[in-house]
């Protein structure tokens, strides 16, 4: 079975504060990616990485930063958190599909709850 | 533009009452459509990948079905435990791996 797992479960940061949230995978995955969920908002993409050290923004990458060193580790960074980014985070990842055809189905982790007071 | 709209948002039956929940997309070009489930406070848990028109799958009490617009996730004599949000998403063609979710539909199973 697939397993991601993510750092925390529950996090309660101050304003301004650096957060970083950690993600990993191990199923030797290529792609990984962070989403936060918001009531009536669904699944939003802020980022996601093919490879190592690779990363492409996705809708929402505004206030975030990430960092993939390793192939099983994906980090979303809050540089500096505001209440606005209070919310659930989830990390996914997915293999390449193969050539001609296929998918590369996503799978999640358990998400983190973030607070920023 | 791609996007994928699920219906009804919230659906609440009796234990045993079969139903199905809609997941309506339009794509440029349709790599392959997902289900998950998705319970209070945890991650989408994976359950289907459809690639084709006419492409059925099953597990225990649910099946998903796939047409050129259009996906069900039919589901028979339904228990409490099947209480959860369902959400279909659309990988396009063009998406370089990332997919389009819907909003999800909230199934609450009455006992």
């Known amino acids: 079975d697939v397993k991601v797992t993510q750092s925390s479960r529950y996090l309660v940061k101050r304003t301004g504060e650096k957060v970083f949230l950690e993600c990993v995978q191990d199923?030797?995955?290529?792609?990984m990616f962070w989403y936060r969920q918001d009531p009536g908002l669904g699944l939003r993409l802020i980022y996601f990485s093919y490879d190592v050290k690779m990363k492409e923004k996705g809708d929402i990458p505004e206030g975030y930063s990430v960092s993939r060193e390793k192939k099983e580790r994906f980090s979303l960074i809050l540089e500096s958190a505001s209440t606005n980014q209070t919310s659930m985070y989830l990390c996914a990842s997915s293999p390449t599909p193969y050539s001609g055809g296929g998918t590369d189905t996503q799978y999640f982790g358990p998400g983190t709850r973030l607070t920023v007071l | 533009e791609d996007q994928v709209t699920q219906s009804p948002e919230a659906l609440r039956l009796q234990e045993g009452e079969s139903s199905s929940l809609n997941c309506s997309y339009t794509v440029s070009g349709l790599r392959g459509l997902f289900w998950y489930r998705q319970d209070p406070g945890k991650g989408p848990e994976f359950l289907f990948t459809l690639y084709s028109a006419g492409e059925e799958k099953e597990k225990e009490r649910l099946k998903a079905t796939l047409t050129k617009k259009e996906s069900f996730l039919h589901i028979t004599a339904p228990k409490p435990e099947d209480s959860a949000t369902y959400l279909c998403a659309v990988q396009p063609y063009s998406s370089a791996s990332k997919i389009i979710f819907g909003s999800g539909t909230r199934l609450s199973i009455r006992p």
């Open positions: 199923m030797d995955h290529e792609n």
